[in-house]
């Protein structure tokens, strides 16, 4: 199969991800990339028994992501990917040049964060990221659920759906 | 009887919120149990949620809706640091009528009991046609 969905969600592993999407789409495995989950057994630990045994997750910086992607993608089983912020998905989209959709599941509040979404926050420095993608060509929409409608980037940025 | 809290319920939108009214119907001790909600908040804002709520309140219980849910993996987190706590992932009802009854055991020994009898509530139950008169009159076969 191949990864079947690149998702930004400060919350990493919960329960949309897990059950939400991880159920219908049938996925086998997550990849989770990040910095500091990478850097440390115990936030890997708390991560991997948040999904069911059945599912496999994988973790990585950006770096580590970027080589294991081809491999990912070669997997007969589907995979999910996930990224806590929009800086390390533009990192990945950036030197991976093969990611074409990422989807806006969970970004909260923040200091410097306006809303933009029930579940979407940004500053002014990210929705510039995540303009910058769009323009290379990646299609981002924000969907929390799979039975939510997709809402374009367009949208999201102008808080239409508030 | 003190109505004073011992846990914590966090989970998903209204879950807790929902179930504690459940067991204030049933039982009439929803105040043992007190609600937490991740609708809208970073992983972040509720394990503070969940650490504050906990720590001001002196409890050393939690029950979560779903082992791999955001108020799950906050809660681990917080666990790290207070001695002592246990957390109840995949809480029903009937878990929690068993708890807020449990007077006599302590509120991590009234929870290891609750999670027995939560797991044990669930069952399967399967139609069967209702009897009728000549089914009662039957062959006599006892």
Request: hydrophobic share 45%; with cysteine.
């Amino acid at each position: 199969m191949s990864l079947v969905l690149y998702r930004i969600d400060d919350r990493l592993i919960h329960g949309q991800v897990v059950v939400g999407w991880g159920q219908p789409l049938d996925v086998g495995f997550i990849v989770l990339v990040d910095e500091s989950v990478a850097a440390s057994d115990w936030e890997q630990e708390l991560y991997r028994m948040g999904v069911p045994m059945e599912m496999d997750v994988y973790f990585h910086d950006v770096n580590g992501a970027v080589e294991a992607l081809p491999g990912y993608r070669a997997d007969p089983r589907r995979g999910l990917l996930l990224t806590g912020d929009i800086e390390t998905m533009q990192r990945l989209v950036d030197r991976d040049g093969a990611i074409t959709a990422v989807n806006l599941g969970g970004i909260h509040h923040k200091a410097g964060r306006t809303q933009r979404m029930r579940y979407v926050f940004l500053t002014e420095e990210e929705a510039d990221a995540l303009r910058r993608m769009s323009t290379a060509g990646v299609t981002i929409t924000a969907q929390d659920v799979p039975t939510a409608r997709p809402t374009p980037l367009h949208d999201v940025l102008s808080g239409a759906t508030l | 009887m003190s109505d004073e809290a011992r846990a914590v319920v966090a989970g998903h939108a209204d879950y807790a919120v929902g179930i504690i009214s459940a067991v204030e119907q049933i039982t009439g001790r929803g105040s043992r149990l007190v609600p937490v909600s991740g609708t809208g908040r970073s992983a972040a804002e509720i394990e503070e949620a969940i650490r504050t709520t906990m720590i001001d309140r002196g409890l050393k219980v939690i029950f979560t809706d779903l082992q791999a849910g955001s108020c799950s993996m906050a809660a681990r987190r917080m666990m790290a640091g207070l001695e002592g706590a246990v957390l109840v992932c995949g809480a029903n009802l009937p878990t929690l009528l068993d708890f807020v009854l449990a007077d006599d055991l302590s509120p991590q020994d009234a929870a290891l009991r609750a999670l027995e009898r939560g797991r044990s509530a669930m069952t399967m139950l399967t139609s069967r046609p209702k009897p009728t008169s000549a089914d009662a009159g039957g062959s006599g076969a006892r």
